[in-house]
Nanobody, 126 residues
């Protein structure tokens, strides 16, 4: 499995962006696909994740109500719609897949993910 992330850019506070994560290879519905981000000088942090099937979606508290994961099964692509962006959302965003998730949980630590896309930079100006 390989992942290709895209869609980052420069946006003003209050604006929106949609990130894409295109997957190639064999994808199973129980895989978990998550978005992480890493701001300069900070650790990589979990943003949002869901089963590839679209069930069991979770978000970190700071993005709840603003960010939404969605998917296009026909193209094996997942999206992260980011609305009402804030300067503190500035980071490199990564999509990742956990190929061996627990049956009923979505893991939020980067070490649980074994496939990563390249990052895409999101910059939110104030």
């Amino acid at each position: 499995v390989q992942l290709q992330a895209s869609g980052g850019g420069l946006v003003q506070a209050g604006g929106f962006l949609r990130l894409s994560c295109a997957a190639s290879g064999r994808i199973y519905s129980n895989f978990v696909m998550s978005w992480f981000r890493q701001a300069p000088g900070k650790a990589r942090e979990f943003v949002a994740g869901s089963r590839w099937s679209g069930s069991s979606t979770i978000y970190t508290d700071s993005v709840k109500g603003r960010f939404t994961i969605s998917g296009d099964d026909g193209n094996d692509t997942k999206y992260l719609q980011m609305n009402r962006l804030k300067p503190e959302d500035t980071a490199v965003y990564y999509c990742a897949i956990d190929r061996n998730p627990p049956p009923t949980a979505i893991m939020t630590r980067p070490r649980n993910y074994n496939v990563w896309g390249q990052g895409t930079l999101v910059t939110v100006s104030s």
